[in-house]
């Protein structure tokens, strides 16, 4: 026996199949994505090792996935002005962060009115790498060993040197270097490391610490001296250039690294494509290759432990701000 169709029958199934799809829309979405552009923040000016390390995972991830992975410059602040644009994102997938451990470590030690919880507003996706600084002066100084330049300060410059500072990690890298040697720095602030390597080249400032992927070509050309790096272990970029603890400083061992985040709140499925998208091109020889150019190791890390190492290092660096008497802004 047939039953008539009424409209109001017709109006629920319709209305029933509807709400159907609108549930299910979120899982449909993530498993397309990504269907648009994708923007990776980075909060410092082009040139650095954060900048160059973006752009050489943006072009992996856009051969991956056959999409578009754009990096977008928002130096400032110790990149903080870019880490908080991430925070405040849709948590979508389609707003990643490329950040420093100072972004994601020291500035929550070193700035007072933070807009960005580290732990709290980002998802982890993976560490993808770490490398040292490179403790580097301009040639003009008469020195050719940070030994040297330790003597040289006490000597000739009351013990201490003008810093340049490219961002807040680095000085906090510095400030524990010189309170090792008995030194003191006078830091001068810079907008990254792009603008520092022209203020060391120019004569502005006597040393700085900086990544190698910022002062390599430099000093290849002889336009800056390289004296250490700041790692227990040489870097595969200048495997020539000794270690501080090579060098007078034993025991000094100060890793910087860089990871890749999303906004809180971003689908699980959508971090588990990014992170064994990640996982994969980390581990191909030619981006190896090309992260050892940079002076970096690439990463292992992801998901749960990278978060457990932001909190462990801001525990860290807070003690290395204590102890240099370095009070929060």
Do not use: C
Request: net charge positive.
């Amino acid at each position: 026996m047939k039953f008539p169709v009424t409209n109001k029958a017709r109006r629920t199934v319709l209305g029933l199949a509807a709400l159907v799809l609108i549930a299910n829309a979120p899982a449909f979405a993530q498993d397309s994505y990504p269907d648009k552009p994708i923007r990776i923040v980075v909060g410092f000016p082009p040139g650095g090792t954060n900048d160059i390390l973006a752009r050489t995972l943006s072009i992996k991830l856009g051969e991956k996935f056959k999409q578009s992975f754009v990096v977008d410059n928002k130096p400032g602040a110790n990149s903080a002005i870019g880490n908080d644009i991430v925070a405040k994102a849709k948590p979508d997938g389609y707003t990643l962060l490329v950040s420093s451990s100072g972004g994601l470590t020291v500035n929550p030690v070193l700035m007072t009115n933070l807009a960005y919880d580290p732990v709290k507003d980002y998802e982890p996706i993976a560490l993808l790498g770490s490398f040292p600084l490179v403790v580097t002066i301009n040639p003009a100084l008469p020195v050719t060993t940070l030994a040297g330049l330790v003597e040289y300060a006490k000597k000739n410059k009351g013990g201490s040197l003008d810093h340049g500072v490219a961002t807040s990690s680095f000085q906090l890298v510095a400030e524990s270097l010189a309170n090792t040697a008995g030194i003191k720095f006078n830091h001068i602030n810079y907008r990254g490391s792009g603008p520092t390597v022209i203020a060391l080249i120019g004569g502005e400032i006597e040393v700085a610490v900086l990544d190698s992927a910022a002062v390599m070509t430099q000093v290849k050309a002889g336009k800056l001296r390289a004296l250490a790096v700041t790692t227990a272990k040489r870097s595969a970029a200048l495997p020539d250039l000794p270690t501080a603890a090579e060098s007078g400083l034993p025991g000094y061992d100060v890793p910087i690294w860089t990871a890749l985040m999303a906004p809180k709140g971003t689908p699980e499925p959508v971090l588990a494509k990014l992170r064994n998208a990640v996982r994969e091109i980390l581990a191909e020889k030619d981006t190896v290759d090309k992260l050892q150019a940079l002076g970096m190791d690439p990463g292992n890390t992801d998901g749960p432990a990278l978060m457990k190492r932001i909190s462990a290092d801001i525990s860290r660096w807070a003690a290395v701000a204590k102890t240099a008497n370095i009070k929060a802004e």
